[in-house]
């Protein structure tokens, strides 16, 4: 049935593509693969499998099952799997099943409660607004005088 389901989601997401849509079709590395060696791609990248190398494109998905052990540049990376190197994302969502080992720059973010991170998580971009919010604590000591 499983087989059924992914042929059928394939041939739909081909017949999609070839449409006025435009909608691209994933590239997909599924759960019984390993692939030793970077990927780039302007499209979107799904990885149910192992890869071992970096990752260029739009858009990454690391299954549940997923797992890459490199770096990463995407747009939008989306973590339920693990990942082990340094990415480099406007949007990141890491999932409560996620593993992340690395240092991860992003502008937003989102965590679920439970997801495992051991790294840091950098901002990118301009300030953080809580932190334009604050006092100019320079400013407040020369006012007390």
Do not use: W
């Amino acid at each position: 049935m499983k087989k059924l389901k992914r042929l059928i989601y394939l041939k739909l997401a081909r017949r999609l593509s070839k449409s006025t849509t435009g909608a691209p079709v994933p590239t997909i590395v599924s759960e019984n693969t390993k692939i030793t060696g970077d990927i780039m791609s302007d499209g979107i990248i799904h990885v149910d499998g192992a890869v071992e190398g970096d990752i260029s494109c739009d858009e990454l998905i690391i299954g549940v099952k997923g797992s890459v052990v490199g770096a990463v540049t995407a747009n939008s990376l989306q973590l339920y799997g693990a990942l082990k190197g340094k990415a480099v994302t406007d949007n990141l969502f890491v999932a409560k099943s996620a593993k992340l080992l690395g240092d991860a720059i992003h502008n937003t973010i989102a965590i679920e409660p439970g997801a495992y991170i051991d790294g840091h998580c950098i901002r990118q971009g301009g300030p953080i607004p809580a932190e334009a919010a604050k006092p100019d604590l320079m400013l407040v000591d020369k006012s007390k005088k």
